[in-house]
């Protein structure tokens, strides 16, 4: 399977996941709660961030004290953007993760009726709601340091001329892409038993399509609101994704349903339930 059709076949991912939220509006209601909150909170904080950025900024260059008055003004309104920039980035790379810890119970139960609409869903594995949290915020906090080992590096290529406004960005954004599919198929993947290392090797192996899906939900979180919006389509998409390309551990029952697989089969591109490849540029985790 080509890349570039494994990239569309993720963007796809997403959409039939905004398929599904709409023909059950009651459920995209149910999936706004949590992100609605967590989005009030990240809106007070990127205000306080915004008004405090320019003292920040004048914090962090005491070198440009002895510029003059327009250079230094200039670099420190520059400086100020970056840490605002960084601020809302972090914000849109960590509101899947804190609204899936804060809002559990609800996309948990979204996700299993996704997956109820396509068949069969894989209940060997599951956990009391006591254990799972504390484990997803172990999760959390394991793959966010992941994705600082990428971001803080870029952090500061963004400084460098030319290359900082043109190839960061895309790096940014497929970095980031990444990690938020990480974040929004950890409810289907441990549902099917996947722990945290073999859920990065089973992205890994389908990488193109983790970040055609990531990606978008990614510049759809920069939209105002966008977050809220598409969180519950993004839990969705990645539940189908889980189910129909990597890890299709439960063929769908009768022919037709959406993603149907015939049992014993894997559809092309997916890992087999139980193999998990190794090797591969992004770590493996725990």
Known sequence: MGVIRSFKDGIGFFLQGLRW???HPRWWLFGLVPALIVFVLYAV???????????MAEWATP??????????????????????GAGLVLAVVTFAAVTLVLG????????????????????DHEVPLWRSIPRSIKDSLVTLGYLLLFTIPLFFLGFVPVIGQTVVPVLGAMVSGFFLTVELTALAMERRGLARKNRFAVLRANRASALGFGVLVFLLFLIPLGAVIAMPAAVAGAAIMVRTRLAPAVAPSGAGQPGHLPPGTVRPGAVPPGQFPSGGAFPQGR
Do not use: I
């Open 21 to 23: 939220v709409a023909r």
């Open 104 to 123: 559990e119970p609800f996309y948990e139960k979204l996700s299993e009726k996704v997956e109820e609409s396509y068949g069969e869903v894989p209940r």
């Open 63 to 84: 070198f440009a004290d002895g510029w003059t008055e327009a250079a230094r003004s200039a670099f420190r309104f520059l400086v100020g953007v970056v840490f605002l």
């Open 45 to 55: 904080g990127l205000y306080f961030l915004g008004v405090n950025a320019g003292g």
